[in-house]
């Protein structure tokens, strides 16, 4: 099987060798916390490999050993996500939190300064602002929309750039679909690096990957996932992933070993089999959205939508960036409706098909209210700042019948008056 295919071509079989489970057609779950050496030596050769003290031999593959270490289901499901990514490697995590926070730890230690983008998902914003700093981590932050120049600026400003070890961005932002520039970042950390450092950059590319945006095509060194949100598709796991080079994956497995917080088997094989899927489910989900936001961008009682389609020629930077970046809309929309936290809570109480729940990116559409939800810990000032206010709604729109979602919608709307 060659990777000259379409990865949805190879989502049912890369990786995965029949022969070695009886023929079955689909991977088996390989419930099991350890695997039985052939022999003392071939147990000895496995661990020299797994912990570093030899590198692989032309053509060696690292042996089963123990689930936390390796597992079938586990090393076919990170062999297929590579394909979309066009990645070396890749490690998956027991939820897309354990994926980013592994990145943090072993990319950072005590003195070095993180610089961010904002607005971040709250779990991420939570553990870079109030846990990193107990580990002696500094932060700066950077807004959608500043400059270069602003950018280098703010990191001067801390005195610290010498400390500059990692950049984290998230593009586009959750719930804004404000986008970052991907390679403009990557510049920013070669101009803070040096000879003996290098300033590494990672990428949460949950809200468009991993079929719509691909950031290790622009300079990215990881890209993270929540594995959860469209990957996983169905509202029934919670998983994480990171992919990258082997030598930066290589790392980030082995601090995974020592923390523990790889996925189980059993996830894994459910997002083996999400993954038959994950082009046919997106297709649909950005096809509805275009739909969703036609009848949004038209409706009297909306006052504003938040959604890359709307980015056009007169956006300038803005849309310079999505041309570059993404390959489509994606499935992700917010709106103002008109009014304010009430008008948008009698819209959400009046949803029939659409489901008031938070997360993203699932077969079924939700919808949900970002100033009081999601977006709650988030510093009043910075949510006006960024247009989080009362009257905004995020829809993650699935893969239902478009009509439906759009009479659902247009019914709830209707509602806010009456
Ligand atoms: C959901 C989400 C996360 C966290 O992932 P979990 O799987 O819930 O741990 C991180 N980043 C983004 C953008 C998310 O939407």
């Known amino acids: 099987m060659s990777k000259i295919m379409k990865p949805e071509s190879l989502m049912m079989s890369y990786g995965y060798k029949p022969e070695l489970s009886e023929g079955a057609v689909k991977c088996p779950i390989f419930l099991t916390s350890t695997f039985v050496f052939k022999s ?9 490999v797994a912990y570093g003290h030899r590198p692989k031999n032309k053509d060696e593959e690292l042996g089963l050993i123990y689930s936390r270490i390796n597992n079938p289901d586990l090393e076919i499901l990170e062999n ?3 394909l979309w990514d066009d990645a070396e490697d890749c490690a998956v995590f027991e939820s897309g ?3 980013i926070t592994t990145v943090f730890l072993e990319f950072l230690k005590p003195g070095d300064l993180v610089l961010i983008s904002s607005p971040l ?11 990193l700093p107990k580990f002696g981590i500094n932060v700066a932050e950077f807004k959608v929309g500043q400059s270069r120049e602003e950018i280098i600026q703010i990191v001067k400003s801390t005195g610290m750039s010498d400390k500059l070890a990692l950049i984290f961005i998230e593009t586009p932002a959750n719930p804004t679909n404000d986008l970052i520039d991907i ?15 290098e300033v590494y950059l990672a990428v949460d590319n949950t809200y ?8 290790l095509k622009h300079g990215a060194d990881l890209v993270l996932y929540s594995a959860t949100k469209y990957i996983g598709g169905h509202s029934d796991l919670i998983a994480g992933a990171c992919l990258g080079s082997y030598d ?12 523990g917080n790889m996925a189980s088997p059993h996830t894994g094989w459910l997002l083996l089999r999400s993954l038959e899927t994950l082009k046919a489910r997106m297709d649909i989900q950005a096809n509805n959205a275009e739909k969703v936001a036609e009848f949004l961008n038209r409706h009297p009682l909306v006052e504003k939508v938040y959604y890359l389609g709307n980015v056009t020629e007169n956006d300038g930077e803005q849309y310079r960036i999505k041309q570059r970046q993404c390959l489509t809309n994606g499935g992700m929309i917010s709106f103002d409706v008109k009014g304010g936290e009430r008008e948008a809570f009698k819209f959400l109480n009046a949803l029939r098909l659409i489901k008031l729940a938070v997360s993203l990116g699932s077969t079924e559409s939700l919808a949900e209210h970002p100033a009081t939800m999601t977006h709650m810990d988030v510093d009043l000032e910075l949510r006006n700042q960024l247009s989080i206010t009362g009257k905004m ?17 247009s019914q709830a709307l209707d509602k806010i008056n009456s």
């Open 40 to 48: 003392a030596e071939e147990g000895k050769a496995f661990f020299e």
């Open 97 to 99: 939190m354990a994926a």
């Open 121 to 131: 998902y709250g779990g991420s914003d939570h553990f870079i602002k109030k846990v």
């Open 183 to 197: 390679s403009g970042c990557k510049d920013i950390g070669k101009y803070f690096s040096s000879s003996d450092k």
């Open 248 to 259: 930066l994956i290589k790392r980030v497995k082995t601090l995974r070993t020592f923390l």
């Open 393 to 409: 709604i995020r829809l993650s729109i699935g893969v239902e019948y478009f009509e439906d979602l759009i009479g659902d919608i």
């Open 208 to 215: 468009m990957g991993p079929v719509w945006q691909h950031p």
């Open 80 to 82: 297929r996500l590579t």
